[in-house]
C-alpha cells in the first residue's frame, strides 16, 4: 500500500501537477453502518443486472501504453516510472530554458529554510533577471519546474540523501511571491533589483542617458504614479526635462520596510513585549524611509548636476536674459538720447524765441523810440506851427496871456489823439504859413475830435475862433 501511495505521488508529479506543501487536506471517511446491520437479512437489492452481451475490446489508452513501454524495455514499474519522472522533468525544463533558465548557485542550495527572510526569493525560483517584472504565470512555471527537481521524493528515488531544506525554500519564495501583500514588501527591500548610480568620472566618460536611464527605471518601481516620465535624450524639450526632473523631486513612493521588521512575539501573555517590538517596528520603518527619501534626493541632485541639457538650458536662458538687458539698455539709452535731443532741440527753439523775443522787443523799443521821437518833433512841430502865426495874435506880440491859452489848447489836442493821428495832423501843418490856414487846419481836428466824442464843443476856442 505503501508502495502504491508512493506510485501515485510520482505520477502526479510527473504530470505537470503542482504540489504545495501549505495546501489543506481534507480526511472524508466512509459512513458507519449500525451494528445490528446484516447483509444477509437487510440488504435490499434495488434493482437487476442485465444479461450478459459479448464485446470485441482493444488494448489502448495510457495504461496499456505504459504495459506496452514496461514489456518492451524489460522494466519494473517502480523502473519505468522513475524513467518516465526524469524525462518529464527533462521536458518542462527544456520547455522552459528559454525564459527562466539560470544556473543554481550551490550556496544557495544549502540554505537554511528557518532563514527565510534573508533568502532572494526571484533567484531560488530563477528569475533573478525578472524580479519586480516577473508575472504570476512565470512565478508559477518558475515553482513548477523548481518543484520537479528538487522534490524530495524524486530525491529519495534517485538515492540522494539531501534533506528537503531547499525545497521548503521554494515553497516559501513561491508563497511571498505569490501573495501581492507579501510580495510588495519584499520588492520594497529587494537589493538585486536596485542599480547603482554610476560616478561622476563614469558619467563625464559614458554616455549619460544610457547610464542613468536604468538607475531611474529601478527607481520607479515605488512610484504610487504611473507612467513614469523617461529621462529622455540630447533631444528633449525643455518643458519635457522640467516635467522629469520636477516629477521626481516630488516623488511619491509607496515603499514601506515591513519586510525587515522584527518578529512580533504572537503569545498573548506577554502583551507589553509585544508592544514595544512594535513600536521599536515603527520607528525603524520612519527612519529608514526618511534615510531612502534624502538618498534618492541626492541622486536626482547627482543627475541634475551631471545633465548636459541643464547646461545648455540655462546658457540659453542666460543668453536670452543677456539679450533682453541688452535690448533694454540700448532701449533706455535710445529713449535717454532721444530726450537729449528733445532737450536740445527745446533750448534752441527757446533760444531762438528768446533771441526773437530780444530782437522784437529791440525792435518794439526801437520803434518805441522812434515813434516817441516823432510824436515829440510832431508836437513840436504842432508847437511851432501856432508860434509861426505869432499864437494868432493879430498886431504885435501875443500876450503871455494869449500864448498859454493857445498852448494849452495845442496841448489838448495832442492829448486826445494818438501817434498817427498826431502825425499826419504834423503833416497838415507843416505846409501851412498864415495864421487863417493854420486855424483851418486845428478847427478841421477839434471839429472831427468833438464828432468823435473826444473834445467838447467849446473846447479850445483859441484855435477855432
Not at 141 to 168: I, M, N, Q, W
Not at 232 to 246: A, I, L, R
Not at 441 to 458: C, F, M, P
Amino acid at each position: 500500500m505503501k508502495k502504491f501511495l508512493i506510485s501515485c505521488l510520482r505520477n502526479i508529479l510527473a504530470s505537470n501537477v503542482e504540489v504545495s506543501m501549505a495546501s489543506p487536506r481534507v480526511a472524508l471517511p466512509l459512513p458507519v453502518l449500525p451494528e445490528a446491520w446484516s447483509g444477509d437479512k437487510d440488504f435490499k437489492s434495488v434493482g437487476a443486472l442485465s444479461s450478459a452481451t459479448q464485446r470485441n475490446i482493444e488494448p489502448v489508452g495510457p495504461h496499456f501504453l505504459a504495459h506496452a513501454r514496461r514489456k518492451r524495455h524489460h522494466r519494473t514499474y517502480s523502473e519505468d516510472e522513475r524513467i518516465q519522472a526524469q524525462e518529464n522533468v527533462k521536458k518542462v525544463e527544456d520547455d522552459d530554458a528559454s525564459e527562466i533558465s539560470e544556473p543554481e548557485d550551490p550556496l544557495m542550495l544549502q540554505r537554511d529554510a528557518k532563514d527565510w527572510k534573508g533568502q532572494d526569493h526571484y533567484a531560488v525560483l530563477g528569475l533573478s533577471k525578472y524580479r519586480y517584472r516577473a508575472t504570476e504565470d512565470q512565478i508559477k512555471r518558475a515553482h513548477r519546474k523548481k518543484v520537479l527537481r528538487h522534490h524530495p521524493d524524486k530525491k529519495a528515488a534517485a538515492g540522494s540523501t539531501e534533506d528537503d531544506s531547499f525545497f521548503k525554500c521554494i515553497q516559501k519564495a513561491t508563497e511571498v511571491l505569490l501573495d501581492p501583500v507579501k510580495r510588495r514588501q519584499f520588492d520594497s527591500v529587494d537589493e538585486g533589483a536596485d542599480v547603482e548610480p554610476p560616478s561622476k568620472k563614469q558619467t563625464q566618460k559614458g554616455n549619460f542617458y544610457k547610464l542613468w536611464s536604468p538607475v531611474f527605471e529601478s527607481e520607479a518601481r515605488f512610484s504610487k504614479v504611473q507612467p513614469v516620465p523617461k529621462l529622455g535624450n540630447e533631444k528633449s524639450t525643455k518643458e519635457e526635462v522640467e516635467t522629469f526632473y520636477n516629477f521626481w523631486y516630488n516623488f511619491d513612493s509607496w515603499r514601506s520596510f515591513e519586510y525587515q521588521d522584527e518578529d512580533v512575539p504572537d503569545d498573548n501573555e506577554n502583551r507589553d513585549q509585544k508592544r514595544h517590538v512594535e513600536r521599536k517596528n515603527n520607528n525603524a520603518r520612519r527612519k529608514k524611509k526618511t534615510e531612502d527619501t534624502a538618498r534618492l534626493r541626492t541622486l536626482v541632485d547627482d543627475a541634475l548636476a551631471l545633465d548636459e541639457r541643464i547646461k545648455k538650458f540655462r546658457q540659453e536662458d542666460r543668453k536670452h536674459k543677456d539679450k533682453k538687458r541688452l535690448d533694454k539698455e540700448a532701449e533706455a539709452k535710445k529713449a535717454t538720447e532721444d530726450a537729449a535731443k528733445a532737450k536740445e532741440e527745446a533750448e534752441r527753439l527757446k533760444k531762438e524765441k528768446d533771441e526773437a523775443d530780444k530782437a522784437e522787443k529791440a525792435e518794439g523799443k526801437k520803434a518805441k523810440e522812434a515813434a516817441k521821437n516823432a510824436a515829440k518833433k510832431n508836437k513840436r512841430v504842432l508847437k511851432s506851427s501856432v508860434k509861426d502865426v505869432n499864437y494868432f495874435a493879430e498886431s504885435g506880440n501875443a500876450s503871455p496871456a494869449q500864448i498859454d491859452a493857445v498852448l494849452n489848447d495845442v496841448e489838448m489836442v495832442m492829448a486826445k489823439i494818438d501817434n498817427e493821428e498826431l502825425a499826419a495832423l504834423a503833416g497838415k501843418l507843416s505846409s501851412k504859413k498864415s495864421a487863417a490856414d493854420v486855424k483851418a487846419v486845428y478847427a478841421e481836428e477839434i471839429t472831427r475830435l468833438v464828432g468823435a466824442g473826444k473834445l467838447k464843443d467849446g473846447e479850445a476856442k483859441t484855435l477855432t475862433s
